[in-house]
């Protein structure tokens, strides 16, 4: 475990220079590697966390492609779950919504009918008179998707419904889920009436549960672990599959660890996803009303989680040039952050440097650069 800490950024940049193979063209591309023109690479920490970013560099703030930003923007969204969980009142219970699904289904038919049956059932007068009987206060539902060789593509959505501590749960899951087995039927898909919305919590457990991506992380880090509700919800892209189930990000470890049936494999299917994802929500609130607003919980959008300012993060290092053009020859980003964010100031420095020295002719041409740009500031 503590050699899975020591290597958590490294892990996740390993994973993004998958995605920027596969899907070439996407800003994932660019993402953490390109500097904003007329700024310098700042390394930022918070040591008691012991977490790292960089700033000043491009980010593509997906959260389908990226494990780099999905790790940033969810983990910001279930602080921000978290915090909406214990200030409204009453209790939230978690529902999950998927339809039967086969191998030969292609994603974007599956999301389809999933997205299409979801607006379908919010919109009906039955579901609505009975989310008005049980006082549900408004909802968060997460979209997530898994794959297994034997049944091929696992769309599913959870939704966290805030409701009333005095009122029955037992009628309103009972029309929500005849709704949705009839929407689905209504689009085109289907599911049985036991399994395509199931009731998955209703206690205090269930904060740990909505935000996480796969197999419960360890406990003592949030980085790889400590799930919970808000967690279940919110870092889908960070979790293990479960069982036979692979996420996207699994896929990207199997394309690059040549895994069973080989990368042009793995390849193939995280550019279908890819495809069939562009555009989609991972958190989308209940407008009237928004849970967030309610208790008056800031709303941002990803872009603004990715160029915000974190209470706790402090200035630790700043890049020269050529020190940047060094790392991203030697693909060394997700090492330096390592050891950034454990606080180990010289093995950072040792690091770097031994990144420069082995791109001489990298760090050469940068420092041309950059002396170019001085002299004509001049």
């Not at 475990?1 to 490294?10: G, L, S, V």
């Not at 310098?40 to 000043?56: C, M, S, T």
């Given at each position: 475990?503590?050699?899975?800490?020591?290597?958590?950024?490294?892990k996740?940049y390993?994973?993004?220079?998958?995605?920027?193979?596969?899907?070439p063209?996407?800003?994932?591309?660019?993402?953490?590697?390109?500097?904003?023109?007329g700024k310098?690479?700042?390394?930022?920490?918070?040591?008691?966390?012991?977490?790292?970013?960089?700033?000043?560099v491009?980010r593509?703030?997906?959260?389908?492609?990226?494990?780099?930003?999905?790790?940033?923007?969810?983990?910001?969204?279930?602080?921000?779950?978290?915090?909406?969980?214990?200030k409204?009142?009453?209790?939230?219970?978690?529902?999950?919504?998927?339809?039967?699904?086969?191998?030969?289904?292609?994603?974007?038919?599956s999301?389809?009918?999933?997205?299409e049956?979801?607006?379908?059932?919010?919109?009906?007068?039955?579901?609505?008179?009975?989310?008005?009987?049980?006082?549900?206060?408004?909802?968060?539902?997460?979209?997530?998707?898994?794959?297994?060789?034997n049944?091929?593509?696992h769309?599913?959505?959870?939704?966290?419904?805030?409701?009333?501590c005095?009122?029955?749960?037992?009628?309103?899951?009972?029309?929500?889920r005849?709704?949705?087995?009839?929407?689905?039927?209504?689009?085109?898909?289907?599911?049985?009436?036991?399994?395509?919305?199931?009731?998955?919590?209703?206690?205090?457990?269930?904060?740990?549960?909505?935000?996480?991506?796969?197999?419960?992380?360890?406990?003592?880090?949030?980085?790889?672990?400590?799930?919970?509700?808000?967690?279940?919800?919110?870092?889908?892209?960070?979790?293990?599959?479960?069982?036979?189930?692979?996420?996207?990000?699994?896929?990207l470890?199997?394309?690059l660890?040549?895994?069973?049936?080989?990368?042009?494999?793995?390849?193939?299917?995280?550019?279908?996803?890819?495809?069939?994802?562009?555009?989609?929500r991972?958190?989308?609130?209940?407008?009237?009303?928004?849970?967030?607003?309610?208790?008056?919980?800031?709303?941002?959008?990803?872009?603004?989680?990715?160029?915000?300012?974190?209470?706790?993060?402090?200035?630790?290092?700043?890049?020269?040039?050529?020190?940047?053009?060094?790392?991203?020859?030697?693909?060394?980003?997700?090492?330096?952050?390592?050891?950034?964010?454990?606080?180990d100031?010289?093995?950072?420095?040792?690091?770097?440097?031994?990144?420069?020295?082995?791109?001489?002719?990298?760090?050469e041409?940068?420092?041309?650069?950059?002396?170019?740009?001085e002299?004509?500031e001049?």
């Open positions: 475990m503590e050699d899975q800490k020591r290597r958590y950024y490294a996740l390993w994973l993004q220079s998958a995605s920027r193979r596969i899907v063209g996407e800003r994932v591309g660019v993402c953490c590697r390109v500097v904003i023109p310098q690479v700042q390394i930022w920490g918070d040591l008691e966390e012991r977490k790292a970013k960089y700033r000043n491009a593509c703030a997906n959260v389908w492609q990226c494990p780099v930003c999905a790790n940033h923007i969810t983990t910001a969204r279930r602080k921000e779950l978290s915090e909406v969980i214990r409204t009142p009453g209790i939230p219970i978690m529902l999950t919504f998927t339809l039967s699904h086969h191998r030969i289904d292609t994603l974007a038919d999301l389809r009918c999933l997205k049956a979801w607006s379908r059932m919010v919109a009906c007068r039955q579901w609505k008179d009975a989310k008005n009987d049980a006082s549900i206060t408004g909802y968060v539902r997460a979209l997530e998707v898994t794959w297994s060789r049944n091929g593509w769309p599913h959505f959870h939704a966290l419904f805030f409701i009333d005095g009122t029955r749960i037992a009628e309103f899951y009972r029309v929500t005849l709704q949705w087995q009839m929407q689905l039927e209504t689009v085109g898909g289907h599911c049985s009436y036991e399994h395509g919305c199931t009731l998955s919590v209703v206690d205090d457990s269930i904060e740990a549960y909505l935000a996480k991506w796969g197999h419960e992380p360890s406990p003592d880090n949030d980085n790889v672990g400590g799930w919970g509700m808000a967690s279940e919800v919110t870092r889908g892209a960070l979790k293990s599959g479960k069982l036979d189930g692979l996420t996207p990000f699994q896929m470890e199997k394309y660890l040549n895994g069973q049936y080989g990368p042009a494999y793995w390849g193939r299917l995280f550019r279908e996803y890819s495809e069939a994802i562009k555009g989609s991972q958190l989308s609130w209940s407008k009237h009303p928004d849970p967030r607003k309610v208790v008056g919980v800031a709303v941002t959008e990803d872009g603004e989680i990715i160029e915000g300012d974190e209470a706790g993060y402090v200035l630790l290092a700043t890049i020269e040039d050529w020190e940047w053009a060094a790392i991203i020859h030697t693909s060394a980003q997700g090492m330096v952050l390592d050891c950034a964010a454990r606080g100031d010289k093995m950072m420095r040792d690091l770097i440097s031994d990144c420069c020295e082995q791109s001489v002719d990298v760090v041409r940068a420092l041309q650069r950059s002396l170019s740009v002299l004509s001049k």
